[in-house]
Every structure is written in structure tokens, then in C-alpha cells.
């Protein structure tokens, strides 16, 4: 048995990185695939997967949301090796394959601290061009990296971002109310059109079924955080759909706008928040905006 995929093997999921790649969709015609776990710095083992076209135009990092992993982001990864990008995508520590208390964070600094090391341990392998698209959690992450140190990355985009969560303000208030409770059941929302997909997470075997109240904590004290940083001029894509009721996304996408002046914002008609597993039409116009930012403008 691959030492590796115990986690998925354990799980129900035969241990084998084929395995793993099946099952997760990710198996990429032309493409070659390669994937360690990397000791970070807070001695977390993370697993990081690369997928590399035979002639590929420039490197595309992929940040993925709360409860999901690397496999979660399968259509992306696909969309982005289909049109040349070499992507690199790992699993968030306490998310998929990597190792760290489930759900967990102490400080979304940690978060942070992660993506950077990861960047700073790839970018410097490859003079090529470097672009980022990151979903929810992990565009809360990419926002936080750009206004501190931004200047590896060329091009951004953030997908359904959080910047604050739906019912902000009562959400607030429960987690006062909640201070004895460490830990609460996941509720699976209908966070897209996509009915197969729903069935898929409900019984995928790296997702996560509770949620630490400490993870809400760390989001609250990470606001603060985010607003005492000096705006920036980088240009980033917002695509947004207009359904999601996973984020506050009006409040959010005032937020962006203020600190990324620069800021292209595309707006989904009934899209909700899990906009790259959506329905096969909705899919479809977030590529779109994907070939009019990252691709057409990069010599397309």
C-alpha cells in the first residue's frame, strides 16, 4: 500500500495515487502529473499536486475553499492544463490529504504564511508567467498574500471570495453565544445548480463533516487585519455569482473594489457559490471570464 493515500485508503478510497486521480477526475491526457508532501515551516505535511502540459505558456496556482482539497478544483484544473498552464495546487493544512487538526486554523496568518512558503518554493524554479485563481477560503488567502507581498503573482482572480461569510452580522453574534461549544455539525447547503455535484461532496471522503467555532474566531480577527492593509494597485478578476448564499458578496465586493481600485468584476446571473462546479451553462460563462483575463490576455 502507497504510504501516501493511507488517509484515502482509510477513508474507503483504494490507496493508490491512480486511484486518487480517478476518482477525483484528474486524470489529464498529455498531461504529466507529480505530487509530494512538503514539511512546512508550522510542521505540517502538505500535499502538493503539479499537472504539467508538454508545452505550457506559463504556471497557474490554485487555492481551493473551506472543507474542499486540491480534487474539489478537478474542472479548473482541467480548463487550465486544456489551455497550457502548468498549475500547482495543494491541500490547505486540516483540509484533504494534508496534516493539521480537520477544519482547523489558529490565525488566518497561518493561511497565509503557507501559500507564501509554497510560492516561494515553486516561483523560483520558473521564470514563467504566473497567474493565481483562488475560490472562497482561498481567495480570502490570495487577497491577504497580494496586499502584503503581491508582487510575485502577475495576474489574480478571485472566485466567490470571502471576505465576510452570509448573516455576517448574526453569525457574530452565535459565536458569542457559543463560547462552550468547540465544535458544530456541518450543514450541506445547495451552494450550486449542479445536482450531481451536491451528491459527489456529500460523499466525498476528504471532505470534513464539523466545523471548529475557533475557524469562525480566526475569520473574525482576520477582518481586522485585512483593513489595516494599504490598498493595492495589482489587477485582479472577481467572478461573483448573484445566488450565493455562502458569503456576504455585496459587502464583499465593495470591500475588494476599495482595496483593488483595479479590479474587474464579472457577475454570474444565477450562479451561486461553488461557481467552478456548477452547472454545465453557468461553468461555461466563469470559463469565459477565466479566456478574456488569464488568456486572450496573454497573447491569445
Not at 46 to 68: E, K, M, N
Not at 110 to 124: A, C, G, P, S, W
Not at 197 to 202: D, I
Request: hydrophobic share 35%; net charge positive.
Amino acid at each position: 500500500m502507497n504510504r501516501d493515500f493511507q488517509l484515502i485508503t482509510r477513508k474507503g478510497v483504494p490507496g493508490n495515487i491512480h486511484a486518487y486521480l480517478q476518482y477525483y477526475n484528474l486524470e489529464c491526457s498529455g498531461v504529466e502529473h507529480s505530487h509530494e508532501f512538503f514539511r512546512s515551516r508550522s510542521n505540517e505535511e502538505i500535499f502538493i499536486q503539479s499537472f504539467t502540459p508538454a508545452a505550457h505558456r506559463g504556471i497557474c496556482y490554485v487555492l481551493h475553499g473551506y472543507f474542499d482539497h486540491s480534487g474539489s478544483m478537478s474542472q479548473l484544473i482541467r480548463y487550465l492544463t486544456s489551455n497550457q498552464f502548468k498549475v500547482i495546487a495543494y491541500d490547505l493544512q486540516g483540509h484533504g490529504l494534508s496534516t493539521g487538526d480537520r477544519g482547523a486554523i489558529r490565525t488566518f496568518d497561518d493561511y497565509v504564511d503557507l501559500f507564501k512558503e509554497i510560492m516561494e518554493r515553486y516561483r523560483k524554479k520558473a521564470d514563467q508567467h504566473s497567474v493565481a485563481i483562488a475560490h472562497s477560503t482561498g481567495g480570502a488567502i490570495l487577497m491577504d498574500y497580494l496586499l502584503q507581498y503581491g508582487g510575485m503573482i502577475e495576474k489574480a482572480v478571485l472566485v466567490s471570495p470571502l471576505v465576510r461569510s452570509h448573516n455576517w452580522h448574526m453569525s457574530r453574534a452565535g459565536l458569542i453565544l457559543m463560547k462552550r461549544v468547540a465544535m458544530l455539525p456541518r450543514v450541506y447547503k445547495r451552494n450550486s445548480s449542479n445536482h450531481d455535484y451536491l451528491q459527489r461532496v456529500k460523499k466525498d471522503p476528504l471532505q470534513n463533516g464539523k466545523i471548529p467555532v475557533g475557524w469562525f474566531q480566526a475569520l473574525v480577527n482576520w477582518q481586522n487585519v485585512l483593513e489595516n492593509y494599504p490598498d493595492s494597485d495589482k489587477k485582479i478578476m472577481v467572478i461573483q455569482g448573484d445566488k450565493d448564499k455562502t458569503v456576504d458578496w455585496k459587502y464583499n465586493l465593495a470591500f475588494i473594489k476599495r482595496k483593488f481600485p483595479n479590479c474587474e468584476v464579472r457577475i454570474i446571473r444565477g450562479g451561486n457559490h461553488q461557481l467552478l462546479n456548477e452547472r454545465e451553462d453557468l461553468l461555461k460563462q466563469t470559463f469565459n471570464c477565466l479566456d478574456s483575463f488569464i488568456i486572450q490576455a496573454n497573447g491569445d
